[in-house]
C-alpha cells in the first residue's frame, strides 16, 4: 500500500503570500490578489494602524476579507532587544486589538525586521501563537520543518517569475511542494514594479495543481495531516480532525473525511 499527502481536491502544490506592515499600498495588492483569486497573509501593527500612511483601524475587516490578518507585534519593535514582559506585551496586545477588527483568532506572525532569538522562538505557543514567519528565504518548495521558524521561499524581488516558473513545472514525487512569497506592498509603488506582482499572479493563477492558501490555511491543513492515525498495513485511515485531508493511495487521489474511518484500497 503506497500513501502520500497531497493537498486540498488532490493538489499537489500549494502557494501562500504574507505582506508585512499594512499601509496603504495593500489596497491595491489586496485588488490584484482578488482578481486572480490568491490568498494572502497580512501582518499588521496595531499601534500605527490609522497613522500617516497606514490603512485605518475600520477598514481592516473589508478590506482583508477572505485573507488572513496576522500580527507583527504591537508597535514593530526588535524582540531579541526587550524584555520578557514586553515580548509578551507586544504580543498580545496586537492580538488582542486585532482581534477585535476581525473577529477571528489571530494566530499567525511574521517577526519585526527579521529578528527572533530562542526565548522569543519558545515563548510564542504560549502566547497563542500557531507559526510565524522569517526574513529567511530558502529558494526551494520544501514544507517547513518548524512553523514558529518559517522560512518563505524567497522576497518578490528575489528571482520572483524564475522561480514561480521552476515551482510549476515540478512534478511530485509523492512530496509536496509549497511557494511561500512575502514582501512589503509599498515596495511595489517605491520601485514602480506593480506589474510584477500581477504577472506573477497570472503566472500561477493559470495552474490547476496548485491550492492558493493562506499561512494559517497552510498551517491547519498539515497539522490534520500529521493527526491521521493509520492501521499497520496503512489500509485503514482514521482523520479526527474537523476537515477534509487528501492522499494519494497507489496512485490514486482519495479524500478522508474529518471524523471519519476509510478502508484504502
Known amino acids: 500500500m503506497k500513501v502520500s499527502y497531497l493537498f486540498p481536491n488532490g493538489r499537489s502544490k500549494a502557494l501562500t503570500v504574507s505582506y508585512d506592515d499594512g499601509q496603504v499600498y495593500d489596497r491595491k495588492l489586496v485588488s490584484i490578489f482578488n482578481e486572480y483569486g490568491i490568498k494572502g497573509t497580512f501582518f499588521l501593527n496595531s499601534e500605527t494602524l490609522g497613522k500617516d500612511i497606514f490603512i485605518q483601524p475600520d477598514e481592516v475587516a473589508t478590506l482583508y476579507k477572505g485573507h488572513e490578518v496576522g500580527i507583527h507585534a504591537k508597535t514593530h519593535p526588535f524582540l531579541d532587544s526587550i524584555p520578557l514582559e514586553g515580548i509578551i506585551e507586544e504580543i498580545i496586545e496586537d492580538r488582542k486589538y486585532l482581534e477585535t477588527l476581525v473577529g477571528y483568532p489571530v494566530k499567525g506572525m511574521s517577526y519585526p525586521y527579521g529578528v527572533y532569538n530562542e526565548d522569543v522562538v519558545k515563548i510564542l505557543p504560549s502566547l497563542g501563537i500557531e507559526y510565524s514567519r522569517t526574513v529567511n528565504s530558502t ?42 512569497v512575502w ?83
Open 139 to 180: 529558494y526551494n518548495f520544501n514544507m517547513p520543518a518548524n512553523f514558529i521558524v518559517w522560512n518563505p521561499t524567497c522576497h518578490h524581488k528575489q528571482n520572483l517569475l524564475e522561480i514561480t516558473k521552476r515551482f510549476l513545472e515540478i512534478e511530485y514525487k509523492n512530496q509536496l511542494q509549497l511557494l511561500y
Open 183 to 265: 514582501g512589503h506592498s509599498f515596495e511595489f509603488e517605491r520601485e514602480n514594479n506593480w506589474d510584477l506582482i500581477k504577472e506573477f499572479c497570472k503566472m500561477v493563477a493559470k495552474s490547476s495543481s496548485v491550492w492558493f492558501a493562506t499561512n494559517i490555511e497552510i498551517v491547519r491543513y498539515i497539522k490534520a495531516l500529521k493527526m491521521l492515525e493509520f492501521s499497520v498495513e496503512k489500509n485503514v485511515v482514521y482523520n479526527p480532525s474537523a476537515i477534509s485531508v487528501w492522499l494519494l493511495v497507489n496512485g490514486n487521489v482519495v479524500e478522508v473525511s474529518g471524523g471519519q474511518i476509510v478502508v484504502l484500497k
